[in-house]
């Protein structure tokens, strides 16, 4: 049935061109989603952790132990307590990958900030609040976008995964497309698709990192 | 009151420690803070010094509450520190550290406008003051407000400190060791800027240090604590090195604590010894005449600016007619009124003729100074400070 088919067949993708455009936009939102959500929890836990010492181990080790899951096998455990096709199942799956990568580096970050500093702040006045929102949460934030970066790419890799549980995405066009009926050209389009994503959530973070913290490149160039 | 110059109408507060005691272990265990009670006057520079865990520290830290104590009640003009909220209290304090803690992700004029942003003052009213603040300790708006804390060296860094803790005007400073992370060279320099702003801030300041010399240098009065949190002798730094309350103090100020004594007075404190004045166009043989009647045996040639060009002895005015210029002369030791006692004996000390000629602001001479007269002054244990 591919005979005859160019290895890369143009017509099909002009003619899917819309197609094509909304499983992109489908993987942005799942993306987007899990990261933000993931972002929201490791945080939460990120300050439970400061408050409570004794947490740190049981936390990493736990979102650790999700991170070695192998994916297909998480989708696949899930299934029967949400559902198949269902974005809540693959959500809590691309978010439990998250947490781990996301955690250590908001963790990181916090304590990378100078002691001398949260002991000028805490003499100036500051309460504990405005220490962590005005002090230390900028001070790490170039550790923390590092890791939105990783969890980030990461993401969009597994996304093209949750095809196989039925949920729409650039993997979609490789599994259900491209698997199912050999079909070269829907391959590459998901895959090449994904790896531009990747590249350019990642340039993007990066380029957004700079402009946050500008002070973080005149300490890098000084020194 | 006092000079007060670009608007610092404030005077410090009086600061008072009634029986202060802190353990950090359970009751029994042995307190870093002992049952002290002292008092800090407004506008003047405590400055606490002991070797290490004598609790000076901790002492300077429960003003501000950063350490709370275990009895015993420490207030600022009367007002009992633990009536306020901490995070209230401390933003009317305020505070340098040794590794001054600059805000990175903040610029210099960010950094110093921290507290007056806490407190809710309007931005216009901040950016003002930011400038004056960072006029008033050396550093130029233009040219310094925007940068980031990375781009500054040591020094420029602990002016930002300074001028950030006195952001807000605060009546009472305190300083942790504020300039023992630089050289020695730029501590002296900062040393001196802080004791030339003080002059005009007149803050109350409490100053932590290990260095004896930097206490003498820069306190009105002297707490030497020693181990367990106990003071040794409270008084000013004259006093201290004169009458060392026991051998802890005695040992602690050093053996060379007389020629300590001397870079607490300056040239100006001392009585000057009118020297005799000769000029080129006077005559040898009347000028031989006065140098004989004369109880120095030198005589100090000035030109008509009455400014010094060298000692002249007897066998430099041997023969006729005036002095002219062909003479070679030991040349004179020159010292300002502002010199230490300290700095101009160790001047005179390495010169030919051991006398000092103390010159105005524009050289010309006002008197002389001997180094008898300053071993006399040791001895008698005299001069006060005129700081």
Known sequence: MTDGRPLVDVEWIVSNVDDIWQRTVD????????????????????????????LAGPVLGIT?????IPSLALFALLIPITGIRSILTAEIALVSYTLLILLRNILAGL?????????AARGMGFSAWQLLWRVELPIALPVIIAGVRIATVTTIGLVTVTALIGIQSLGSLIVNIGLAQFFFTAVLIG?????VLAIAADLGLSALQ???????RSRATAT | MSEAGGGQATTGAVVSLERVTKRYGPPGTPPAVDDLTLTIPAGEIVVLVGPSGCGKTTTMRMINRLVEPTSGRV???????????????????????????????????????????????????????????LELVGLEPAAYARRYPSALSGGEQQRVG?????????????????????????RDRLQNEFLRLQARVRKTVIFVTHDVDEAIKMADRIAIMRRGGVVAQYDTPDQVLANPADEFVERFVGADRGLKRLSLSRVRDMPLVEPLLMHRSDSRPDARRRLAAAPLPYALLIDDARRPIGWLAEDDLEGEGSIGS???????????????????????????????VVVDERDAVTGLISVDAISETLRAGQPAPAT
């Open chain 2, 75 to 133: 207030t600022i003009d009367g007002e009992d520190v633990m009536r306020l909220p901490a995070v209230e209290l401390r933003r009317r304090i305020g505070y340098v550290i040794q590794q001054v803690g600059l805000f990175p992700h903040l610029t210099v004029a960010d950094n110093v406008a921290v507290v007056p942003r806490l407190l809710g003052w309007k931005p216009a009213r901040i950016r003002e003051r930011v400038e004056e603040l």
């Open chain 1, 210 to 216: 700079r402009l946050l913290t500008p002070w973080s």
């Open chain 2, 326 to 356: 062909h003479v070679e002369l030991d040349p004179p030791t020159c010292v300002q009124p502002e010199t230490t006692l300290r700095d101009a004996l160790s001047a005179m000390l390495s010169s030919g003729v051991q006398l000092g």
């Open chain 2, 162 to 186: 300074v001028a950030r803790a006195l952001a807000a005007d605060p009546p009472l400073m305190l300083m942790d060791e504020p300039f023992g992370a630089v050289d020695p060279i730029r």
């Open chain 1, 64 to 68: 650790g132990t999700l991170y070695t």
């Open chain 1, 191 to 195: 895959a090449s698709g994904a790896v």
């Open chain 1, 111 to 119: 304590e990378g900030v100078p002691p001398e500093v949260r002991e």
């Open chain 1, 27 to 54: 993987h942005v939102v799942l993306t987007v989603l899990a990261v933000g959500i993931g972002l929201l929890i490791s945080f939460a836990l990120a300050l439970l952790v400061r408050r409570y010492r004794w």
